[in-house]
């Protein structure tokens, strides 16, 4: 039995698993946490829109207490 690889139109084969880029978790994490936060009186912000080099986000809880997390892609 032939079995032909078929490309996806991002050029990977089907079966591989997607790579996620850091930009694509960033915005990923500020969507999910974002209601949560601005309920209990805080804020989530990217590094970009708090002028911070590289990818993260910013935690700003309700306490004015600041948590800086940031993303980075492993290479192996």
């Given at each position: 039995?032939?079995?032909?690889?078929?490309?996806?139109?991002?050029?990977?084969?089907k079966?591989?698993?997607?790579?996620?880029?850091?930009?694509?978790?960033?915005?990923?994490v500020?969507?999910?946490?974002?209601?949560?936060l601005e309920?209990?009186?805080?804020?989530?912000?990217?590094?970009?829109?708090?002028?911070?080099?590289g990818?993260?986000?910013?935690?700003?809880l309700s306490?004015?207490?600041e948590?800086?997390?940031?993303?980075?892609?492993?290479?192996?």
């Open positions: 039995m032939n079995m032909k690889t078929r490309k996806t139109n991002n050029g990977k084969t079966g591989e698993p997607k790579g996620f880029t850091p930009q694509e978790v960033e915005r990923s500020l969507k999910a946490l974002a209601p949560a309920a209990r009186g805080g804020s989530i912000h990217s590094f970009a829109e708090w002028t911070l080099a990818h993260g986000i910013v935690l700003v306490t004015g207490q948590f800086w997390l940031t993303l980075a892609e492993a290479s192996f």
